[in-house]
């Protein structure tokens, strides 16, 4: 019997937070820094062809969980991705950084 969406989704999200973890010990000693990023509901072609658009039913739900009161934008994943590739992080490693506006329980 097959799993069903959610699982799979839960499943995999779960294998890229312990292989963070485990690339970030495998590698650290190389000066090589792993790091995730665990954006929440953002604007992009993905969510648009998924049926997340503006007005949508699902856009007003993501919103209505979001602390911040707005879907994410690629700008705002950018800045966190940028910054855990430059020096000001270099001691920032195996770590998963939510950019979401404190969007829980998805």
Known sequence: MPLPAA???SATKAALDAVTV???KELGAKNIRI???LPGATETEGATSAGITT???YEKMFIANTPLGRRGQPEDIA???VFLASDDAAWITG???SVS???FGF
């Open 101 to 103: 506006s404190g969007m």
């Open 55 to 57: 007005g949508s039913e």
């Open 7 to 9: 699982s799979l989704y």
């Open 22 to 24: 485990s690339l970030s």
């Open 95 to 97: 770590e998963q950084i």
């Open 35 to 37: 790091n995730s990023i």
């Open 79 to 81: 800045k966190a991705a």
